[in-house]
C-alpha cells in the first residue's frame, strides 16, 4: 500500500524557515518523481514544487522560486521542502503527492496534509 | 502560470447530470492532453477521479467522465449522488515558460 507521511510543520514568525518532510513506503520510491501541492484555508489548490526521481531536476511555481527548495534522499525513501523567507501568504496545508509513473498527469497518492502557519 | 478558471459552484438534483468547465490557453490545456480532475471533500486529501483528460484511475466510478475542447476541460459527472457533494479541481501541465502544473479555482458542487 502506498503511503505518503508529512511532517516538519507548525507555526513560524514571518521571515522564518521550516523544513518539510515526506515519508514515502508502499512502491521503489527512487523510480517517481514527488511534487508538492499547497492549499491555503478555505482557499484552492496551487501546484509548488516537483523533483525527478533521483533528484536530477527540480521545478518551481513562480510564487516561491528562490525562496523553496525540493530534494530528495532516495536511501530514507523522503522528499523534502525547504521554505524560506516565510510570509503570511505561505500559510497553508502543504501536501506532498506521487508523480505518474509516466506522462505528467495525475497525482493518485496524496499525503494527509500538512499546516503551515505564519505568524508573529 | 495564470490559474485555469472554473465556475465557482454548480448545482444540481440527485439523478441530474452536471457539468463543470475548466478554460485555460493554448500554453496549457490547450497544448497537452495533461489535465486531470480531484475531488476534495472537507478536510480531506485531494483524490484523483480523472487524468489525461480522460483516463478513470482503478476504483473511480464511470459516472464521471472526461472531456476537452480546445481550451476548455469538462467534468461531466451523470447520475448525481449526495456523496459527489465536494470540491472539484482541475488541473493542467504547462511549458512554458518552465514546466509546471497549474490548478483551477476549484468548484464546489451542491446535491439539491
Known amino acids: 500500500e502506498v503511503q505518503l507521511l508529512e511532517s516538519g510543520g507548525g507555526l513560524v514568525q514571518p521571515g522564518g524557515s521550516l523544513r518539510l518532510s515526506c515519508a514515502a513506503s508502499g512502491f521503489s520510491f527512487s523510480g517517481y518523481a514527488m511534487s508538492w501541492v499547497r492549499q491555503t484555508p478555505g482557499k484552492g489548490l496551487e501546484w509548488v514544487s516537483a523533483?525527478?526521481?533521483?533528484?536530477?531536476?527540480?521545478y518551481y511555481a513562480d510564487s516561491v522560486r528562490g525562496r523553496f527548495t525540493i530534494s530528495r534522499d532516495d536511501s530514507k525513501s523522503t522528499v523534502y521542502l525547504q521554505i524560506d523567507s516565510l510570509g503570511a501568504e505561505d500559510t497553508a496545508v502543504y501536501y506532498c503527492?506521487?508523480?505518474?509513473?509516466?506522462?505528467?498527469?495525475?497525482?493518485?497518492?496524496w499525503g494527509q496534509g500538512i499546516l503551515v502557519a505564519v505568524s508573529s | 502560470q495564470s490559474a485555469l478558471t472554473q465556475p465557482a459552484s454548480v448545482s444540481g438534483s440527485p439523478g441530474q447530470s452536471i457539468t463543470i468547465s475548466c478554460t485555460g490557453t493554448?500554453?496549457?490545456?490547450?497544448?497537452?492532453?495533461?489535465v486531470s480532475w480531484y475531488q476534495q471533500h472537507p478536510g480531506k486529501a485531494p483524490k484523483l477521479i480523472l487524468s489525461d483528460v480522460t483516463k478513470r484511475p482503478s476504483g473511480v466510478s464511470d459516472r464521471f467522465f472526461g472531456s476537452k475542447s480546445g481550451n476548455t476541460a469538462s467534468l461531466t459527472i451523470s447520475g448525481l449522488q449526495p456523496e459527489d457533494e465536494a470540491d472539484y479541481y482541475c488541473?493542467?501541465?504547462?511549458?512554458?515558460?518552465?514546466?509546471?502544473?497549474?490548478f483551477g479555482g476549484g468548484t464546489k458542487v451542491t446535491v439539491l
Open positions: 503527492a506521487r508523480d505518474p509513473p509516466k506522462g505528467y498527469s495525475g497525482w493518485a497518492y
Open positions: 488541473n493542467s501541465y504547462a511549458s512554458t515558460p518552465t514546466p509546471s502544473w497549474v
Open positions: 493554448n500554453s496549457d490545456v490547450g497544448l497537452y492532453d495533461y
Open positions: 523533483i525527478s526521481g533521483g533528484g536530477y531536476t527540480a
